[in-house]
């Protein structure tokens, strides 16, 4: 397929519902516009004769669109988005359009490797499973042996199967869990639900005015949220307010662009906050019945007015008060949208309060086109056996640095100090699921030190990437058309299950991780957690509300309501899981762990003379790391590019496209310049996701560069989240 009709096949789900999304191939330059059309099967599909249809459910991010695979003489001919699917409804991005090119691409993984050089040479020998399977394991338990359960480290990312990796490493013993979020929005998902007692969900398909944070929906991240948003804009008039520094595709699309200096979104919505109690706009009947701590709240932040934040943010007082006033008179189809990855300062949990305070303030909650409370169905599971208590503490020792964070997720950049200086105990054997740590961590040198001080590493992926060329074998994983997966639960718009169910047989000698994980368990005497296969595990899903998987025969998902129940907990006597049994202003939490309740501002560190902060953001053509292989996204962008102000670049002598050598105190790369009037003079910004160095996938190996590379390692200073913001950086003509 050529780039032309692929931007057309692409442009089907994504625009379904949505035209006046516009996708910008940020790093590549220019703007390539998807184009709209219906979501019927093309004619070409029809061409190759009867197809059969198979309900899916997309894995190319989190957002789990529902597809419609057709199936032609065994091979997939076409996705296209499940209508019935109530949360991406007509909308496949075009990650989503492009997966079929994932399955398809002969760099992916095809059979188990055993690394037969040195670590990183890319010397391997195929293996069959049942020798990839016993290596693994004898080399587990030989590091059990010698270091205990807790020398072995197990990270991962989401997957519908993450649960039986994390399964395996619960019973295996090790209390050194890590996941993705510790890099991307652990904070987010902790000052929300320190607010609320949950994290919740954004009404964006009922909301009436938006405020978003460098939430870059039209162009980092195009998904079922983006859709509802880009509807609301264009058929409610719904109204769209946005910071960022970069005057993104989103920017263009909002009614108002904020480019705020970085780093001072806290003094903007301590400013809001300020507005709203001093000019009593809030809503005085839902703070009173529902909300804990408002005098407090309101004494602190007298000192916190829009004149003083306009030092700070560089948006004028007068706009900060108008914005407020807007935010409260269109309450409560209002909100402050969230956002994705927050991994941005280290004040980000702080930050992310206050947004959730102002939300609160306007008595949004659980109402249409408000911040609403997750909605369960409480599907069933197998009951495993019970889990072993670790013997040891974690080796990042959150519990003391960071006792508000989840001890699912960790604080992966302070594991691996504390890996690499075998503090408290050295951790010697890798487990890893899905994930990349060589492109999501800052720092890839310090990555690297960490995979060569490790006596063994096992990665579990579909295709060769970075990380897996550091490791000692590599287990295949089936692609998510190969495999069907346990029932997954949704929360929007409503709670609803969807089953992602095998469209093909595995192309080549891979497996679901269900299966890996069996043979694992089986090998080192954990058979036990595993007795059941995934028919098994998903008839004890659907148990609970006496129905099988024929349910899910019509339309590839099931539920017992047809539309959200707003206002649930809207009732006085509800008690929110916070300590004071409300929605807190002033935190309990944090007050008992020693951190202010209310959030402090501190000025941000400002970049010296001649020096840029780094901006890091992504594309919705990839996610991190994970498609820039992918023929026909390939097609659409090489390489990422560095953004750098049109003045700046003239007053050093850049033209666009130059090649310019970025440093920062830790590493330095060479890649190309965007030079753009897009984006402040103080600031560049470097797309995530290239620079891969594994000549196994030959597309994207050498393109473009890595933002780990420049990426100074810091955290977040109450949930221990990557700070990835926080790098200063010099560019120069190379
Ligand atoms: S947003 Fe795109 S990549 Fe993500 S699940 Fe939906 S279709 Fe797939």
Redesign the pocket.
């Known amino acids: 397929m050529n780039r032309r009709r692929f931007i057309r096949v692409a442009g089907a789900?994504t625009l379904a519902g949505a035209g006046a999304v516009g996708l910008t191939a940020a790093g590549c330059g220019r703007v390539r516009k998807l184009l709209q059309i219906d979501n019927a099967p093309s004619a070409r599909v029809a061409a190759r004769g009867a197809t059969t249809k198979v309900f899916s459910?997309?894995?190319?991010?989190?957002?789990?669109?529902g597809?419609i695979a057709h199936v032609a003489r065994g091979r997939i001919v076409k996705l296209e988005?499940n209508p019935a699917f109530p949360k991406?409804r007509g909308?496949?991005?075009?990650?989503?359009?492009a997966?079929v090119k994932t399955l398809y691409d002969p760099d992916r993984l095809k059979h188990p490797l055993i690394r037969t050089g040195e670590r990183g040479s890319g010397a391997w020998r195929k293996a069959t499973w049942k020798e990839a399977l016993d290596f693994t394991a004898e080399r587990l338990l030989a590091i059990r042996e010698r270091y205990g359960p807790q020398g072995v480290l197990f990270s991962s990312c989401e997957s519908f199967q993450e649960r039986f990796f994390r399964s395996l490493a619960q019973a295996w013993g090790s209390p050194n869990l890590v996941r993705h979020p510790s890099v991307c929005l652990s904070s987010s998902n902790l000052a929300w639900f320190i607010t609320y007692g949950t994290v919740p969900e954004f009404d964006l398909a009922h909301a009436d005015y938006v405020i978003a944070s460098g939430a870059n929906r039209f162009e980092s991240?195009?998904?079922?949220d983006s859709v509802d948003l880009s509807d609301g804009l264009r058929q409610r008039k719904a109204k769209l307010v946005y910071l960022d520094p970069r005057f993104t595709v989103t920017a263009s699309k909002a009614d108002e662009w904020l480019p705020i200096r970085p780093g001072t979104d806290l003094a903007f919505y301590l400013a809001l906050i300020h507005v709203l109690i001093e000019e009593q706009l809030y809503d005085r009947a839902f703070v009173e019945a529902y909300t804990h701590g408002f005098e407090e709240l309101a004494a602190h932040v007298t000192r916190f007015s829009p004149e003083w934040a306009a030092a700070e943010t560089e948006i004028p007082a007068d706009r900060i008060r108008a914005i407020a006033r807007e935010f409260a008179a269109r309450a409560p189809k209002a909100v402050i949208y969230r956002g994705r990855r927050t991994s941005w300062y280290q004040n980000d949990t702080e930050m992310r309060q206050a947004m959730a305070i102002a939300n609160v303030l306007v008595g949004n909650w659980d109402t249409p086109g408000g911040v609403v409370p997750n909605e369960k169905l409480d599907l069933g599971a197998p009951e495993p056996p019970e889990y072993p208590w670790p013997d040891a503490e974690r080796v990042d020792a959150i519990a003391e640095r960071h006792p508000l964070a989840s001890a699912e997720d960790g604080a992966y950049i302070e594991l691996r100090d504390a890996v690499l200086a075998d503090r408290p105990y050295p951790v010697r054997g890798w487990m890893m699921f899905k994930h990349n740590p060589m492109h999501t961590l800052p720092d890839r040198r310090l990555t690297e030190q960490m995979f060569r001080k490790m006596e063994f590493v096992a990665v579990i992926d579909i295709q060769p990437t970075d990380s897996g060329w550091l490791a000692d074998v590599i287990l295949p994983e089936s692609t998510y058309l190969e495999r069907t997966d346990p029932i997954e639960e949704f929360s929007v718009p409503y709670a609803f299950a969807a089953l992602r169910q095998q469209v093909v047989k595995p192309q080549f000698s891979t497996r679901p991780c269900l299966d890996i994980m069996k043979g694992l368990a089986a090998r080192t005497g954990l058979g036990r957690y595993f007795d059941f296969d995934i028919d098994q595990y998903i008839a004890a899903q659907l148990a609970p509300h006496g129905i099988d998987r024929s349910a899910f025969e019509a339309t590839g998902v099931w539920s017992n309501r047809t539309a959200r129940q707003y206002g649930v907990t809207r009732n006085p006597e509800f008690r929110f899981r916070t300590p004071s049994g409300k929605i807190e202003l002033a935190n309990e939490r944090l007050r008992r762990n020693g951190y202010p309740p209310l959030p402090e501002y501190a000025p941000p560190a400002q970049p010296p003379g001649g020096q840029f902060r780094l901006l890091p953001g992504k594309q919705a053509l990839f996610?991190h790391a994970a498609n820039q292989n992918n023929e026909w996204l390939h097609e659409l962008c090489a390489e990422n590019r560095l953004w750098i102000n049109r003045a700046v670049a003239e007053s050093k002598g850049i033209a666009d496209g130059d090649q310019v050598r970025v440093r920062s105190r830790i590493g330095e790369v060479k890649v190309r310049a965007f030079v753009t009037g897009r984006i402040r003079p103080d600031c560049v910004h470097l797309p995530h996701g290239f620079g891969h160095t594994t000549s196994a996938l030959r597309r994207a190996f050498g393109r473009g560069a890595s933002d780990q590379d420049l990426i100074e390692p810091r955290w977040d200073r109450i949930s221990g989240n990557a700070a990835l913001h926080e790098t200063f950086v010099t560019v120069e003509r190379v």
């Open positions: 789900g459910i997309c894995d190319n991010c989190v957002n789990k669109c597809i988005p991406s909308m496949l991005c075009a990650k989503g359009n997966g991240f195009i998904t079922p996610t």
